[in-house]
RNA sequence: GGGCCGCUAGCUCAAUUGGCAGAGCAACAGACUCUUAAUCUGUAGGUUCAAGGUUCGAUUCCUUGGCGGCUCACCA
């Protein structure tokens, strides 16, 4: 039956029902009871005890399904993802009750009086006494047996893709036990959760290109922000310790697998450490936050086998394109040389620096071939401009990327706090910037916060959707985001 | 943005070489007071993503466009 027919179906019940006193959308339902607490209280009960007690309950749920069978019928609702079948009798419910059975489809919500039972297959169940529309749906549910595939629907209208697929409801419950787990890691270690502008007047603390705004009253264009970075410094030179933002960021680039423009970022800073203590940090938050969630820290993601277990490996940038990425050792002292072998693995190097090389070939080379966690450090000085370099070593920073069953996870690295350094360094980075990134200015007001002292300290940034994509086992970012950006159906 | 693939009933999927567009579920009518993917009988349901082209004839072939997926390049 076409779409139109089928709502018109629906309709006329709803009009009938309405026609004969029935309040289709009623303000409130006392309920008394949920499926997973009955389930929890009777599903031990044998048959002859819930008979002899008869215990009764008052619950509330949506129709998933119906079985009709003459002067009576089964239907299951559903109520916080759990199921219960209501057993439904003529005999037992009544004309008036009977004919609103007869009016209910699937989908619509019910409020329900009845005892509990057990049928003779053993199935718990609730003999209907009263029965209450708390909700007429009008249009039809996807499939109950073959749920909803279409991915352009799951995304579009996500909550029919939550109804079908129950799959889809633990990847979010997932995703935010995993956000749980992470505040409460860190609240336990004196971190204080802060709120920074998402609107600000100068972008910085990652490179990528902004979405723009404007403020009407103060005629004043304004950043989405990249990265919450540079505001959580200044909150160092305030005098918070320890501080985390666990909140969105807007990057104005492209839409893949791995990439949605608003994404989850857990940024971090504790003042007096340096980049070796946040790994430490690091590991022990993951593999409690995942051993709590996942229940073990070996998981499988895409059918890779990741074992969290510490300690993670370490290698430095070299190293790990060494061991990892089979670059030969001896092409990591000749420029030239190194460019001709990556372009010959189709690694686009052509007009970069040494530095930008090293981190062009890590993407390219290390980070699809990194199962479990493996922490590469000592990234090359110029594509890193918050980072303090290595003592001895100035082409070299005190940085660490984590990699991950393929995936970069998080970014953390000793800040710089000589306002004198930093201001070079971020001049260099407006000169020499990789082709194709917008111009960025020096932020003057973060000099300036820096020149009032900033503590030793390091910070570090974890994609949060990815870390869910790792928890979940899911191949794309959509599937951890509950509303992803698609382009609007004219 | 480039390449490849997809779009058929509300949902899940078929359709031979280009030859009457079909099934299951859902819906509707009927039967059925312990079914659970209920069962049985019957009925109805289509802008085959859109527009154009080739053809006697297009879901099928071609072109353009829309939307989606994967992938490559940039970004976490």
């Known amino acids: 039956m076409a779409e ?19 309040d289709a959308y009623p303000r409130r339902f006392e309920v008394e009871t949920t499926v997973a607490t009955l389930r929890g209280l009777y599903e031990g009960w044998d048959e002859e005890r819930l008979q002899e007690e008869e215990p ?24 916080g993802g759990r199921r219960l079948q209501l057993y439904v009798r003529k005999d037992v419910l009544g004309d008036d009750g009977f004919a609103l059975w007869k009016q209910v489809d699937v989908g619509d919500f019910v409020g329900l009086e009845g005892a509990v039972m057990k049928t003779r297959s053993g199935e718990l169940s609730v003999r209907v006494d009263a029965l209450t529309l708390l909700s007429k749906a009008i249009r039809p549910l996807p499939e109950k047996w073959h749920g909803l595939k279409d991915t352009e629907i799951r995304y579009r209208q996500r909550y029919l893709d939550l109804l079908a697929n129950p799959e889809v409801r633990e990847t979010f419950k997932t995703r935010a036990a995993i956000i749980r787990g992470l505040r409460a890691h860190l609240d336990a ?12 007047p100068v972008y910085g603390g990652a490179v990528a290109r902004p979405f723009t705004t404007h403020h009407n009253t103060l005629d004043l264009d304004l950043y989405m922000r990249i990265a919450p970075e540079l505001y959580l410094k200044r909150l160092l030179v305030g005098g918070f310790q320890r501080v985390y933002e666990l909140n969105r960021n807007f990057r104005n680039e492209g839409i893949s697998t791995l990439h949605n423009p608003e994404f989850t970022m857990l940024e971090f800073y504790a003042s007096y450490w340096d980049y070796g203590r946040m790994m430490e940090f690091a590991e022990e938050l993951l593999t409690t936050v995942i051993e709590t969630v996942v229940g073990t820290v070996d998981i499988e993601f895409q059918d890779q086998e990741i074992s969290f277990q510490r300690p993670w490996a370490r290698l430095t940038i070299t190293k790990a394109l060494v061991a990892i990425g089979g670059v030969p050792e001896k092409l990591l002292s000749d420029t030239e040389a190194l460019r001709a072998w990556l372009i010959e693995r189709e690694v686009p190097v052509e007009d970069m620096s040494y530095g930008y090389m090293l981190d062009a070939a890590l993407g390219r080379l290390v980070q699809p071939r990194v199962t479990s966690p493996v922490f590469v450090t000592h990234f090359p000085t110029e594509a890193s401009p918050f980072s303090k370099t290595v003592p001895g070593e100035p082409e070299s920073v005190e940085r660490f990327e984590l990699f991950c069953g393929g995936l970069e996870v998080a970014n953390g690295y000793s800040e710089i706090n000589d306002s004198r350094e930093q201001r070079l360094r971020m001049e260099e980075m407006a000169v020499n910037r990789p082709p194709d990134v917008p111009e960025m200015d020096v932020d003057e007001d973060y000099i300036h916060a820096l020149e009032y002292g900033m503590p030793p300290a390091a910070g570090i940034g974890f994609g949060i959707d990815r870390l869910v994509m790792l928890a979940t086992d899911s ?14 159906k004219s």
């Open 475 to 488: 191949p794309s970012i959509r599937d951890v985001i509950l509303f992803p950006l698609l382009r609007p």
């Open 56 to 79: 009764r309950a008052r619950l509330a749920g949506r129709i998933v399904a119906q079985r009709g069978h003459g002067k009576a019928g089964f239907a299951d609702i559903e109520d």
């Open 189 to 200: 270690h004196g971190f204080i959760e802060v709120e920074t502008p998402m609107m600000q």
């Open 4 to 22: 139109a027919d089928l709502i018109d179906v629906r309709r006329r019940k709803l009009e009938d029902l309405e026609s004969r006193g029935v």
